[in-house]
């Protein structure tokens, strides 16, 4: 099995899930979702902080080209986004990529590593915190800690609200770490299939270190095997040489391994 194209496909459908929130939401961030050569492209042209509007899945079922890259960016254009992120594994870019990147403005930037284990079982993290899923009424506190954590730009709200509709999608369930009765951290999982995507994992600050994503991580894949899932994904920062990323460690604890790089290419209209 290529667990490349198998990372990218379940990614490329949780992008898609986002057509499944409230209308009334969608509009205020301005999503537009739509499929495109095997990938999807996902605007969000109301997203003050620009991470909404990405576009990945390309190279697999078909080969990259510069007419898809023509056809994705003219989306954006159409749905009037300022700036959207191309999530490209190396792989996966033609021959050709410098020059059609440098006629399109694509610009490198940072890079996400990509994550797998098997279907092992996994031992429980321990943690003074209560982990469990998170219920309707617990999603604005949920959505608070991914902005807090993350230190989006959301000066109105509208990506709160947007992350606080997570349990309009039926595929994903949010979860949560406890001290007491404040939520402190965040994580979800999105079930594609034999496949389970762990994202959305955020703790706040002064939480840090006190084991919350490890028992989420932990948590996550024990229901995602009672789900029937055979393979878990998750993404996080590549650390720069001599340096470490804490959530990467995480994973690795749980028996994730890093199977590719993937960059982000960045276009701004």
């Given at each position: 099995m290529d667990m490349v194209a198998l990372a990218e496909a379940a990614e490329r459908e949780l992008m898609l899930k986002l057509d499944e929130i409230g209308a009334?939401?969608?509009?205020?961030?301005?999503i537009a979702v739509r499929r495109l050569s095997g990938g999807v492209v996902v605007s969000a042209s109301n997203d003050p902080s620009g991470f909404w509007s990405k576009a990945q899945g390309f190279g697999f079922s078909e080969p990259l080209t510069e007419k898809v890259i023509a056809e994705a960016i003219g989306f954006y254009r159409s749905e009037g986004t300022p700036s959207a992120n191309f999530h490209l594994p190396d792989q996966v870019l033609p021959p050709d990529w410098p020059d059609i990147?440098?006629?399109?403005?694509?610009?490198?930037?940072?890079v996400l590593v990509k994550t797998l284990r098997d279907d092992r079982p996994?031992?429980?993290?321990?943690?003074?915190?209560?982990?469990?899923?998170?219920?309707?009424?617990?999603?604005?506190?949920?959505?608070?800690v991914q902005i807090e954590a993350f230190e989006f730009d959301d000066p109105d709200g509208r990506m709160a609200e947007m992350l606080?509709?997570?349990?309009?999608?039926?595929?994903?369930t949010a979860y949560g770490a406890w001290d007491g009765d404040l939520l402190v951290a965040t994580g979800a999982l999105f079930v594609d299939g034999e496949a389970g995507e762990l994202v959305s994992g955020a703790t706040r600050p002064r939480?840090?270190?006190r084991g919350a994503q490890s028992a989420l991580v932990a948590r996550r894949v024990r229901d995602g095997l009672a789900a029937g899932c055979r393979w878990f994904l998750s993404e996080t920062g590549?650390?720069?040489?001599?340096?470490?990323?804490?959530?990467?460690?995480?994973?690795r604890r749980a028996g994730f391994e890093v199977i590719y790089d993937r960059p982000i290419w960045t276009w701004k209209a």
């Open positions: 009334p939401v969608r509009d205020r961030m301005g990147a440098a006629a399109y403005g694509l610009t490198r930037g940072d996994v031992a429980p993290a321990p943690t003074t915190l209560r982990v469990g899923p998170v219920g309707d009424a617990g999603l604005a506190a949920w959505a608070a606080a509709s997570v349990n309009d999608i039926e595929a994903i939480y840090r270190g590549k650390p720069a040489p001599g340096q470490h990323n804490p959530s990467l460690d995480n994973l």
